[in-house]
C-alpha cells in the first residue's frame, strides 16, 4: 500500500534546468512520473541522489537501500528504478 507524503512534501520532479515536471506523493506517483518523464530528468534526480532521502521521510527505507545501492547507467536506469520501486 503506498504511504501518501504529508501536504506540501511532494517529491518535486524537475529537469536539470529546474523545470518541473511532476510532482508525487507517494511511491506509485513516483514511479508514473520516472516511467513517463525524460530520461535527462530521471537521470538528474537518479545521479543526484534525491530519490533516497525523500523515500526516507515517507517511511520507505527498504527501498532506500535498494536505491542507494543502484548503478546508475544511462540505458538500465529508468528499468532499475522502476523494478526497485515496485519491489521486484
Known amino acids: 500500500m503506498d504511504r501518501d507524503c504529508s501536504p506540501g512534501k511532494e ?11 511532476g510532482r508525487a506523493k507517494n511511491v506509485s506517483e513516483l514511479a508514473n512520473l520516472i516511467k513517463n518523464a525524460p530520461l535527462e530528468a530521471v ?3 537518479a545521479k543526484g541522489g534525491h530519490l533516497a532521502p525523500w523515500l526516507s521521510m515517507i517511511g520507505m527505507h527498504r527501498l532506500v537501500a535498494k536505491i542507494k545501492a543502484m548503478q546508475v547507467n544511462e540505458k538500465t536506469v529508468r528499468l532499475s528504478l522502476l523494478r526497485a520501486l515496485r519491489g521486484d
Not at 517529491?11 to 515536471?21: A, D, E, L, R, S
Open 43 to 45: 537521470l538528474y534526480h
Open 11 to 21: 517529491f518535486v520532479f524537475k529537469m536539470p534546468g529546474g523545470q518541473v515536471i
